[in-house]
């Protein structure tokens, strides 16, 4: 029943930000965890970072320090701010919420690039 839509990405220069959003309408996830992706079309889908209800974010290494979830439950949204960006941080980003059956949505496209 949720549905998520992804926002914010677009084209930047390497060292460059986006802040991207994921919000969800047709129910909340306000009480899980938030998970997001990346996808590139030669890539596995590949875990970006995780939010807790709590707004307790942990990330995979080749974001660390670059990348910040956070999240704001009166607006059903969760935020990835995206500094520093690589082009290798060129890709499709979706949310997600590991804990439920939630259909993927249209994922949002980050292209860095000079």
């Known amino acids: 029943q949720v549905q998520l839509m992804e926002s914010g990405g677009g084209l930047v220069q390497p060292g460059g930000s986006l802040r991207l959003s994921c919000a969800a309408s047709?129910?909340?996830?306000?009480?899980?965890?938030v998970a997001w992706y990346r996808q590139t079309p030669r890539d596995q889908r590949e875990l970006v970072a995780t939010?807790?209800?709590?707004?307790?974010?942990h990330y995979a290494d080749f974001v660390e320090g670059r990348f910040t979830a956070s999240r704001d439950h009166a607006k059903n949204t969760v935020y990835l701010q995206m500094n520093s960006l690589k082009p290798e941080d060129t890709a499709v980003y979706y949310c997600?919420?590991?804990?439920?059956?939630?259909?993927w949505g249209q994922g949002t496209q980050v292209t860095v690039s000079s």
């Open positions: 997600n919420v590991p804990g439920r059956l939630v259909q």
């Open positions: 047709g129910g909340s996830f306000s009480n899980d965890v």
């Open positions: 939010i807790t209800t709590a707004g307790n974010a």
